[in-house]
T-cell receptor, first 111, second 112 residues
Framework: NAGVTQTPKFQVLKTGQSMTLQCAQD?????MYWYRQDPGMGLRLIYY???????DKGEVPNGYNVSRLNKREFSLRLESAAPSQTSVYFC??????????FGSGTRLTVV | EDKVVQSPLSLVVHEGDTVTLNCSYE??????LLWYKQEKKAPTFLFML????IEKKSGRLSSILDKKELSSILNITATQTGDSAIYLC????????????FGKGTHLIIQP
């Protein structure tokens, strides 16, 4: 009963380094999302994927890229990390944009 | 631009008190409103309210959607320390940026 699994849970990067956040869901949901959560800002949508093979920008896509590898997996890539990308990142999946099941988050610090 | 505003941003009460959290929204193509509870990690789903289901209740928690006022409230009665969390309101729209538009959350602290 895993739900949505994110890796890694914690990461520290130096400015300019790249990394990929992994997300996988086992609920056969069509839609998957990446959010970032900053203090006092709530959750903001970075990218989403309504179905396998499609991705679209959300509210704050700059500096990120995504890949919907298959129905289960949706990865988020930072090509050149910046301190402004220090945040907690959540992956979520849902069916028909209803409830949304979240992963446990990745705490990323860029120094 | 879709907007969801929650109030208050933070609230400290004593165990046993009743609290009311507010959420107002300005969005195009409203589909539903969701309430989540976030403790240390991922948000967990509480309620979904739609045009056809404007009131939900689960134990000490209840929520009402006022489509005329474009708002929702989350009530918690007889609060317990385990209710301490960030409560997030989100609105689902059918707009181009698919997904949930979240408010900033209400940080609720229940003191013993």
């Amino acid at each position: 009963n895993a739900g949505v699994t994110q890796t890694p849970k914690f990461q520290v990067l130096k400015t300019g380094q790249s990394m990929t956040l992994q997300c996988a869901q086992d609920m056969n949901h069509n839609s998957m999302y990446w959010y970032r959560q900053d203090p006092g800002m709530g959750l903001r949508l970075i990218y989403y994927s309504a179905s396998e093979g499609t991705t679209d920008k959300g509210e704050v896509p700059n500096g990120y890229n995504v890949s919907r590898l298959n129905k289960r997996e949706f990865s988020l890539r930072l090509e050149s990390a910046a301190p402004s990308q220090t945040s907690v990142y959540f992956c979520a999946s849902s069916e028909a944009l209803l409830r949304g099941t979240f992963g446990s988050g990745t705490r990323l610090t860029v120094v | 631009e879709d907007k969801v505003v929650q109030s208050p941003l933070s609230l400290v009460v004593h165990e046993g008190d009743t609290v009311t959290l507010n959420c107002s929204y300005e969005v195009t193509n409203f589909r539903s409103l969701l309430w989540y509870k976030q403790e240390k990690k991922a948000p967990t789903f509480l309620f979904m309210l739609t045009s056809s289901g404007i009131e939900k209740k689960s134990g000490r928690l209840s929520s009402i959607l006022d489509k005329k006022e474009l708002s929702s409230i989350l009530n918690i009665t007889a609060t317990q320390t385990g209710d301490s969390a960030i409560y997030l309101c989100a609105v689902v729209t059918g707009g181009g940026a698919d997904g949930l538009t979240f408010g900033k959350g209400t940080h609720l602290i229940i003191q013993p």
